[in-house]
């Protein structure tokens, strides 16, 4: 089961990745780390191109960078 399953919802939606908000991305990644089915998450997120909230332990900033990443990796 996933762990966010038990944390409310909005934890996982900060208004942004900078200033205050720091406390409940780190909080929200908390939950993801100990998730039996945080890969899982991350892969659908990534094919589903989720722009926004946590989803795997990952921010919008750091999926754009996986996407980047594996989209580079893929043309050479």
Do not use: Y
Not at 2 to 24: I, K, M, R, Y
């Amino acid at each position: 089961m996933a762990a966010c399953n038990d944390a409310p919802p909005d934890l996982f939606f900060p208004v942004s990745e900078f200033g205050a908000a720091g406390e409940q991305i780190a909080e929200a990644k908390r939950v993801c780390a100990g998730c039996e089915v945080r890969a899982e998450c991350l892969s659908h997120a990534l094919s589903r191109g989720e722009a926004s909230g946590i989803w795997g332990g990952t921010t919008e900033h750091e999926r754009r960078h996986l996407r980047r990443r594996t989209a580079l990796r893929h043309s050479g």
